[in-house]
């Protein structure tokens, strides 16, 4: 009797097991929460991360050293990421849009350079004493590694600082060949010093405002007139651009600047050009305009408010991507039917040795 007995409690317990395992079967298929939709982990993404109020990564390094927040706050910022980060580790992004797939790898690509940025702060924070130097990053604490993430955070591209260098050096190296071509056809072959005063010559300057502006209306005409052929955009679909003097240039300031509608009291897109010693260098206007305007950052710009931006877009500036559209578009300048002399070419040459140069000098400042 006994034995009987334990057998019936024995199926009695069987059966509760079985009872409560299906129950907690059915709360987790039918009770839990729905999985969170991808465009609700981005709107509460930028939410977030407008809340913790980052602040911008500042380019002058001792700034940047400077203003380093607390050390529980950069755990805060890495707390914030690191969750979005398993978040988007079990997105099955097959599943998504073809615009929601470009945001999912913008986003994953931001919280890995942010994840990174935040494990840099806090080693800078742990240095005993942070001295800033003045004569480059490579003397500052974790001065070499701050240079790389400067660099993936200005380009978006995983390149040494060697890499940099030699390709700076290669670039010089390309440039100085077509100058001299152009040296050599101007009948200065092996007399840098004639090349020199030759270049200064009063003939390569326009000295009067009006004239410069018209020159510049000119090539806005011939650019325009080219850029349906190149372009889904016509001339028609691109706001004007108007022509000044910038103000207070100095000896040292850029040949030109854009300024969007938005970021001056003129009520339109303006280009200013540098008018420093009332005078402006006409080998500069073509690779100039295409630069600052059309279909450099102006065009750049007018195209990028007609298209909807994901809800990322505002939170970082794209340097890499602004700056490196316009001098790429430097290079359809014949196609749109300009640099049609080798002084126009020489002007975009001539920029061309300043920036390569000044790729090789930052490294040798900030690496080497």
Not at 70 to 92: C, M, N, P, T, W
Not at 166 to 183: D, F, L, P, T, V
Not at 208 to 229: C, P, T, W
Not at 280 to 292: C, G, K, Q, S, V
Request: hydrophobic share 40%; proline share 4%.
């Amino acid at each position: 009797m006994s034995c009987i007995m334990l057998k019936i409690a024995g199926m009695k317990r069987k059966s509760l097991v079985i009872f409560l395992f299906c129950s907690l079967t059915v709360n987790i298929l039918y009770c839990q929460a729905p999985p969170v939709s991808f465009p609700r982990i981005v709107d509460d993404f930028v939410a977030g991360y407008r809340a913790l109020d980052i602040p911008w990564v500042d380019f002058d390094y001792k700034n940047y050293l400077n203003g380093i927040s607390s050390k529980a706050e950069i755990e805060k910022r890495e707390a914030f990421f690191l969750q979005y980060q398993i978040k988007l580790d079990v997105i099955d992004t097959g599943k998504l849009s073809p615009a929601d797939k470009m945001t999912f790898e913008h986003l994953r690509y931001q919280i890995a350079l942010q994840l990174e940025r935040c494990d840099l702060e806090k080693k800078i924070r742990a240095a005993d004493a942070v001295t800033i130097p003045e004569d480059g990053l490579s003397r500052a604490p974790e001065g070499k590694a701050l240079y790389r993430f400067y660099i993936r955070q200005s380009t978006g591209v995983d390149i040494t600082p060697d890499e940099i260098y030699r390709y700076g050096m290669s670039e010089i190296a390309k440039i100085h060949g077509k100058m001299n071509e152009i040296q050599e056809r101007a009948g200065f072959k092996n007399d840098s010093v004639g090349w020199s005063k030759y270049l200064n010559n009063s003939n390569f300057f326009i000295t009067d405002r009006d004239s410069v502006v018209a020159g510049y209306e000119r090539i806005k005409k011939q650019v325009l007139a080219h850029l349906g052929a190149m372009f889904e955009q016509t001339a028609a679909e691109v706001p004007d651009i108007g022509f000044m003097t910038w103000p207070d240039a100095g000896p040292y300031t850029p040949p030109g600047r854009y300024l969007s509608a938005g970021d001056n009291a003129y009520g339109k897109a303006v280009y200013q050009y540098n008018f420093y010693g009332n005078r402006h260098n006409r080998r500069a206007m073509d690779w100039l305009f295409i630069h600052e305007a059309i279909p450099g950052h102006h065009f750049h710009r007018s195209v990028r408010e007609k298209i909807t931006q994901d809800a990322l877009a505002d939170l970082w500036f794209p340097g890499g991507t602004v700056e490196g559209w316009a001098t790429y578009a430097e290079y359809f300048g014949e196609e749109m039917g300009l640099y049609r002399d080798d002084w126009a070419w020489l002007g975009k040459w001539e920029w061309d040795l300043v920036r390569s140069a000044r790729i090789v000098i930052s490294v040798g400042i900030h690496d080497r």
